[in-house]
T-cell receptor
Framework: EAAVTQSPRNKVAVTGGKVTLSCNQTNNHNNMYWYRQDTGHGLRLIHYSYGAGSTEKGDIPDGYKASRPSQENFSLILELATPSQTSVYFC??????????FGEGTRLSVL | GDSVIQMQGQVTLSENDFLFINCTYS??????LFWYVQYSGEGPQLLLQ?????NKGSSRGFEATYDKGTTSFHLQKTSVQEIDSAVYYC????????????FGSGTRLLVSP
């Protein structure tokens, strides 16, 4: 069964700390995405990838890095976390014929 | 750049009412358009997609079409039920922008029994 798994599901971080959010997909999809979800803004694209080794900037990349070491894994990295990055983060995978399939989200609080 | 505008932040209906949610899009290419639904505490899930202008997509009683002339697409349902209460997102994938998929800001649907 198609699946996108995010870890951790909940995270509390301190301002200035480093945070890594992980995403794994078992769908053999080429494309993977990271979004953040905030009230009033919907889902905003941070970074995406169209295959292992590639990362592309989305609409709001500032303050975030991404890494795609393999087809299955796509990480979002906050090198210096700030309170404004408190949000719910969603990972998704898809390809040319498949609409993005989402994980269940990671709730991040930066104190 | 590519964008999707979803103006209705919240829609409140009674059971058996007609639902209509509209989005407009902006792109220079040939988009595929999606509607997603998100229930509380879950990730968004695909409701339906429309690849070709003036074609209809349908799923679970919902229908969607898009009009290339007005660059708009909408979601409708003839008779909503309380279980349809959720947040609905329109989204667009356009190959001229690579593999980006961009979303609107969402419409919260509240259906009272």
């Amino acid at each position: 069964e198609a699946a996108v798994t995010q870890s951790p599901r909940n995270k509390v971080a301190v301002t200035g700390g480093k945070v890594t959010l992980s995403c794994n997909q078992t769908n053999n999809h080429n494309n993977m995405y990271w979004y953040r979800q905030d009230t009033g803004h919907g889902l905003r694209l941070i970074h995406y990838s169209y295959g292992a080794g590639s990362t592309e900037k989305g609409d709001i990349p500032d303050g975030y890095k991404a890494s795609r070491p393999s087809q299955e894994n796509f990480s979002l990295i906050l090198e210096l976390a700030t309170p404004s990055q408190t949000s719910v983060y969603f990972c998704a995978s898809g390809d040319d014929s498949q609409a993005p399939l989402f994980g269940e989200g990671t709730r991040l609080s930066v104190l | 750049g590519d964008s999707v505008i979803q103006m209705q932040g919240q829609v409140t209906l009674s059971e058996n009412d007609f639902l209509f949610i509209n989005c407009t899009y902006s792109t220079t290419g040939y988009p595929t358009l999606f509607w997603y639904v998100q229930y509380s505490g879950e990730g968004p899930q695909l409701l339906l997609q429309v690849t070709t202008a003036n074609n209809k997509g349908s799923s679970r009683g919902f229908e969607a079409t898009y009009d290339k002339g007005t660059t708009s697409f909408h979601l409708q349902k003839t008779s909503v039920q309380e279980i349809d209460s959720a947040v609905y997102y329109c989204a667009m994938r356009d190959w001229t922008g690579g593999y980006k998929v961009v979303f609107g800001s969402g419409t919260r649907l509240l259906v009272s029994p």
